[in-house]
């Protein structure tokens, strides 16, 4: 395994089964001209696939219709993206949306085919490309950025000052008719809206922010129904004693409609996810709320991280058939699972073993989505329950990554249990390529509210070819291992992860593989964070890795596109007084780099609103003024936080070039 495989691999996604059929509708993406092109696909239950969609220009997020005979996806294929429509009958794809420049954030078709709703926003003035081609013939300068608002840019999603999304009904025209606009709804101040029709088709429920400022408040989510013709009303009443705050999102109606669920919780001090996200039902006039998996330590928004498929942050559930529960998406301990939810309350597994499967779509008692395990890249798989057994199984209808596989060598990680502090296990994975004791490469995940787990991780096999045994884990603070698990660092980092991360290098020390000598430490983001606060508190590794990190929470709390509000995750708030500072401030790696000797590589995109730039510009300064070996790699501002997972392919490689240099000059020798 190579960075330059890379190049090869086939990424699929977005799984979505036919209404009443036996084909799957997928998303396929390949590398092509350092470009990710991705293509809807068509799987049949016997494997038979065939490409729907073709061009230079990506085509993605493919529904169904209701009857199944037709195709709706999202593609720009000219100056705006567009909703076209595909007839599986013959014929080309054709725009039914005429929407302007902009940002089209998804779609939902309505259960009757009769209506669409779809998220749109604007482009900041001034940004369009008329616009840039009129300042160019007249030579004026880019002009400045007007912001009203604190919440005016997100990682990934760029720049957008005051501009929101607005959440948009349109009527379906007829034939090639483009659909008619009917109805605009903006009642949230973040423009940030999930949804989902009424079986009915005569109505949308909304969730979104009640708050006049979200991002500075705490979570403060309510359920809205909005219906094509009318008044939007809250949905109500909810009796007095039933809290309305805190995160709420994915709305699902029941099949009978008489019935709502929603996912989420009713802390409104929880800004970060740390509690338990649990699935909720209440009845459609607002009575009756009940929360369905409160009792078991569950938590239905568990992200499994990889580099190899989009992490699936979110609750991912829909109702069965009869309206007995919910399947949904259940992570934990390293797995992703698929689980039942019943109405009387109480979460069951269905499946079981090693792998990550991600729900994406479920019809009847069928579901489609990918599954991956550390040895397999994620393939297109249909689960059903298998008569006579009663099992729920997945079968793999792709198999696109097969010949990949076949030719390079692919290593199955050994899972380990480090005992920590409190008597805390910490559960991780080792790839040890060969005999002897080899330097080890200890990576850190991000988040810090993710886990590692089963799943096929390409920079680890790449590390691992290249004669390092590799070893990750998940501390405390990573989800899967219940809410007192994931809440024991909140407000409180350094401290019980610290404990953990010592633990897992013990437990390193003590393997008959490793040389304790040669252990270098690396991780990005929350793994960067804590890759600084180790070196400036052990000298235990003999080099590190530090990418997109934090390193100064007193700056970190005004200049990501998070900011931190005050006692809300951290206690205190950067502008605050002298305590609330020493405290962020002792939460700062930084104030701890006079310890530092550690030859460190830093890394960092210049476009990253998540965790600024200036955190690595600290690192790299402070590492230089003290003469600690040490190099920095700053990628271009048209790159982000999450780089590594969807950034260019050629600074992907270049990226994983820059580790392994590093790795070779300090742990190989």
Same mark, same amino acid.
């Given at each position: ?80 993206? @567009? ?24 779609? +939902? ?7 669409? &709703? ?11 490309? &008329?616009?840039? *081609? ?97 008044? #939007? ?10 809290? %309305?705050?805190?995160? *709420? ?18 802390? #409104? $001090? ?26 078991? !330590?569950?938590?239905?928004?568990? &992200? ?5 498929? =989009? ?17 949904? @998406? ?6 992703? @699972? ?9 979460? =069951? ?28 890249? #994620?393939?297109?798989? $249909? $689960?059903? %329950?298998?008569?006579?057994?009663? @099992?729920?199984? #997945? ?10 596989? !076949? ?29 002897? %004791? ?40 990573? *989800? ?11 407000? !409180? ?54 990418? +997109? ?17 005050k006692d809300g995750y951290f206690r205190g708030v950067a502008w605050g007084d002298l305590d609330d500072i020493r405290e962020l401030w002792r939460q700062s790696p930084i104030a701890w780099f006079q310890n530092v000797t550690t030859p460190t590589l830093v890394i960092h995109s210049e476009g990253d609103l998540r965790c600024n730039v200036e955190q690595s510009d600290q690192v790299f300064t402070a590492l230089q003024m003290q003469g600690v070996p040490s190099r920095y790699v700053r990628y271009p501002s048209t790159t982000s936080h999450g780089m590594s997972r969807n950034g260019p392919p050629d600074l992907r490689l270049h990226r994983q070039r820059e580790y392994l240099n590093w790795m070779a000059k300090w742990l190989s020798g």
């Amino acid at each position: 395994m190579t960075p330059e495989d890379l190049l090869r691999l086939v990424f699929v996604g977005d799984a979505q089964i036919r209404p009443g059929g036996q084909d799957v509708l997928f998303q396929r993406k390949t590398i092509v001209r350092n470009r990710y092109v991705g293509q809807l696909w068509l799987v049949d239950f016997e494997g038979n696939a065939r490409q729907l969609t073709y061009g230079d220009s990506s085509a993605g997020h493919g529904r169904w219709s209701p009857d199944g005979e037709s195709v709706f996806f999202i593609a720009k294929r000219g100056e705006a993206a @567009q909703v076209f429509r595909l007839s599986l009958h013959g014929g080309e794809a054709f725009p039914i949306t005429a929407l302007p420049e902009g940002s089209l954030g998804g779609f +939902r078709l309505s259960p009757t085919g009769s209506h669409l &709703a779809l998220t749109f926003r604007e482009p900041m003035p001034g940004d369009t490309a &008329a616009d840039k *081609k009129q300042r160019e013939a007249d030579q004026l300068s880019q002009p400045p950025v007007e912001i009203d608002s604190v919440q005016y840019r997100l990682d990934g999603d760029g720049y957008f000052a005051n501009q929101r999304y607005r959440l948009q009904i349109y009527a379906m025209g007829v034939g090639d008719e483009k659909a008619t606009l009917v109805r605009e709804y903006t009642d949230a101040v973040d423009g940030q809206y999930s949804y989902s029709w009424h079986p009915a088709g005569d109505r949308l429920a909304v969730v979104h922010s009640a708050s006049v400022q979200p991002v500075i408040g705490m979570p403060n989510d309510h359920v809205y129904v909005v219906p094509i013709d009318g008044e #939007p009303s809250l949905l109500g009443p909810i009796p007095a004693d039933q809290p %309305r705050g805190g995160e *709420k999102s994915e709305p699902r109606w029941s099949p009978d409609g008489t019935r709502l669920a929603f996912a989420g919780n009713t802390d #409104p $001090v929880d800004p970060w996810g740390v509690k338990n996200t649990h699935l909720y039902v209440v009845d459609a006039d607002g009575s009756n709320l009940v929360d369905l998996t409160g009792g078991q !330590d569950f938590d239905f928004s568990v &992200a499994t991280l990889s580099d190899t498929a =989009e992490a699936a942050f979110g609750a991912r559930y829909e109702w069965a058939p009869d309206g007995s529960g919910l399947y949904a @998406q259940i992570g934990t301990r390293g797995e992703t @699972q698929l689980g039942f939810v019943t109405v009387a309350g109480g979460v =069951e597994l269905l499946t079981s073993g090693h792998h990550a499967l991600q729900i994406t779509s479920i019809e009847g008692d069928r579901l489609a989505g990918t599954l991956s395990t550390p040895t397999q890249l #994620p393939e297109v798989v $249909v $689960v059903t %329950r298998e008569l006579g057994t009663g @099992q729920w199984v #997945p079968k793999q209808l792709t198999a696109f990554n097969q010949a990949f596989q !076949d030719e390079v060598e692919i290593l199955e990680p050994q899972e380990f249990f480090a005992p920590s502090t409190d008597g805390t296990q910490v559960h991780g994975w080792a790839i040890v390529p060969k005999a002897g %004791r080899l330097p080890v490469a200890l990576n850190i995940h991000g988040g810090p509210h993710a886990q590692y787990g089963w799943t096929f991780f390409h920079e680890m096999q790449v590390f691992a070819a290249a004669g390092y045994a590799v070893v990750y884990s998940n501390p405390r603070g990573s *989800k899967g291992y219940g809410e007192a698990f994931c809440a024991a660092i909140r407000g !409180d980092w350094g401290n019980k992860d610290w404990d953990d991360i010592q633990a897992v290098t013990a437990w390193i020390s003590a393997q008959p593989w490793a040389d304790a000598e040669r252990i270098g430490i690396m991780g990005g983001s929350y793994g960067g964070y804590m890759t600084n606060w180790a070196i400036g508190h052990s000298k235990a590794y003999r080099c590190a890795i530090t990418d +997109r990190c934090v390193s100064n929470m007193v700056s970190m709390a005004g200049n990501s596109d998070f900011p931190f509000n005050k006692d809300g995750y951290f206690r205190g708030v950067a502008w605050g007084d002298l305590d609330d500072i020493r405290e962020l401030w002792r939460q700062s790696p930084i104030a701890w780099f006079q310890n530092v000797t550690t030859p460190t590589l830093v890394i960092h995109s210049e476009g990253d609103l998540r965790c600024n730039v200036e955190q690595s510009d600290q690192v790299f300064t402070a590492l230089q003024m003290q003469g600690v070996p040490s190099r920095y790699v700053r990628y271009p501002s048209t790159t982000s936080h999450g780089m590594s997972r969807n950034g260019p392919p050629d600074l992907r490689l270049h990226r994983q070039r820059e580790y392994l240099n590093w790795m070779a000059k300090w742990l190989s020798g």
